[in-house]
């Protein structure tokens, strides 16, 4: 990466939980070994079976991490914003990608090589087990999607996906809590295993309710506890809480 944008980087990196705490000299390092690469709207990043093994952290924008039938259903596991990052099972194993990464709206991302990344967890602990903790919410993650499907209705389903939005992407205002990723109703959809017709139906109802109001994609709840609680989604969640005033 050229001197002149190192310093931009730098400050990027600092504001990534991966990297929360390290001294200068360290993230110092890590900028001058990025690259940066841009993306536009359902733009495949990655394809499954790819094998790089390269480490990607979202600078601007944000992406979806799908599987995909032989048909083009999509089935999303994650959407991922502004300092998170993906590629890491690739990077730890070796293996080629389990996954397809695409473009959920025009983006920025940076590139950290497997040699470069490997090499430098080896001398900070820290960051592996940052990095272990971020793998072990993702399995979690994935057992909440398993659970749901099997066992939750639709506008349970959406419900939830929309709250856990919430928990990681969402920002207060003063009228409630916005989720600061453009979310059409096609990636709803594949998130919790319906249609995009039923995810039309659920958030028409809740705006006329009063629960949520949804524009251009992003998605504001204004009730939070009366939308968890109408949905039967059980004990409300301490990381919810701290949303409520």
Known sequence: MPA????VMHSVLEGIPLLAGLPNADLTALAAALTHQRFARDEIVLM?????????IVDRGSVRVVLTSPDGREVVLALLGPGEFFGELSLLDGLPGSAEVIAQEDCSLLRLRREHFRSFLRTHPDTAEALLAVLSRRIR???TLVYDTTFRDVPSRLANAIVKLA?????REEDGIVIGLRLTQEALASMIGSSRISINKYLRQWERRGFISSKGGMIKILRLEDL???NKLGQYPLDVSQWVS
């Not at 002149?4 to 310093?7: D, K, L």
């Not at 499954?48 to 990607?56: I, S």
């Open 4 to 7: 002149s944008s190192q310093p």
């Open 48 to 56: 499954q079976g790819d094998k790089h093994g390269d480490l990607y």
């Open 141 to 143: 993650d994935t057992n």
């Open 167 to 171: 928990t990681t992407h969402g920002r």
């Open 228 to 230: 968890w609680e109408d």
